[in-house]
């Protein structure tokens, strides 16, 4: 049951800075160009770091 609470609490952080990110009124993705590119980096950057630790031998 914790793990599904830590989970749980990830999901929503995660739903809110997506939401805050593409929100069509207000996001960021729609300030200006160099924005979308720093949230794309910002991404491959942790999906590089989520693949490099599970490249690691335990």
Not at 1 to 28: E, T
Not at 32 to 46: C, D, E, K, Q, T
Request: aromatic share 8%.
């Amino acid at each position: 049951m914790k793990s599904f609470a830590i989970i749980a609490c990830w999901a929503i952080a995660a739903g809110v800075i997506l939401y805050a990110a593409i929100n069509p009124h207000n996001g960021i993705v729609w300030q200006s160009p160099m924005s979308a590119l720093g949230v794309v980096l910002i991404g491959a950057g942790l999906c590089k770091h989520a693949y490099d630790k599970q490249k690691q031998p335990n």
